[in-house]
């Protein structure tokens, strides 16, 4: 028990010090005008409809990304249209919707989108 205690201790203060090395580091940056570029489109988005396909969501994210694609979904049980517009703050170039039926039936609709929430 000692030893998982100094060990949380140990791996709390290794994440405070990279914290504040990450932070240092941007600071250092913007202070000399240098921004780095950061990308923002994904290749797919997926909606997850309901807690028990949570699982299957990873499995397609996962597959996706060793696949080579940049995906990404919803991780916080939000409603579909929270989702929606998540997909378009990444600007997503298709969105997968992915509930028990598509679980079920083991296949997905893959939707091309330009924009999906108007603002």
């Known amino acids: 028990m000692m030893v998982w205690l100094n060990t949380s201790v140990a791996l709390r203060q290794l994440v405070l010090d990279l914290v504040s090395v990450w932070n240092g580091s941007f600071s250092f940056l913007k202070r000399k005008g240098i921004e780095l570029p950061i990308e923002t489109g994904l290749d797919a988005y997926i909606a997850v409809l309901g807690d028990e396909v949570n699982e299957a969501a990873l499995s397609l994210v996962q ?12 991780y916080l049980g939000r409603k579909l249209k929270a989702q929606f517009k998540s997909a378009d703050v ?30």
Do not use: C
Request: without cysteine.
């Open 90 to 119: 990444f600007a997503a170039k298709a969105l997968i919707t992915l509930g028990s039926s598509e679980v079920e039936s083991g296949q997905v609709t893959v939707k091309k989108i330009t924009k999906l929430v108007k603002k």
């Open 63 to 74: 597959a996706l990304r060793i696949q080579g694609f940049k995906a990404e979904r919803d």
